[in-house]
């Protein structure tokens, strides 16, 4: 659906917990686990806009830990 997110993954209570996918209007993804709703444990998210690339740990929807940021050449 053009504008919408969309999740395929795991709900617990009403949230995004255990594994998912959420691809995101503006192109952005996120491949990773989820806790009450935010990304939390090993996640890995592209920018759409400016091609950035983290593979990493992530904690209450922040990356936290661990991780490899990769920036777009062009």
């Known amino acids: 659906i053009p504008g919408k997110h969309t999740y395929k993954g795991q709900f617990l209570g009403g949230k995004k917990n255990g594994n ?3 691809k995101m ?3 952005n993804v996120y491949d990773g686990q989820w806790v009450d709703g ?3 444990g090993r ?6 806009s400016t091609g950035t690339h983290y593979s990493g740990e992530w904690k209450d929807g922040k990356r936290d830990g661990y991780g490899i940021l990769k920036f777009s050449n062009s």
């Open 43 to 48: 996640g890995v998210y592209f920018e759409s």
């Open 38 to 40: 935010a990304k939390n």
């Open 25 to 27: 209007a503006n192109g």
């Open 20 to 22: 998912g996918i959420l």
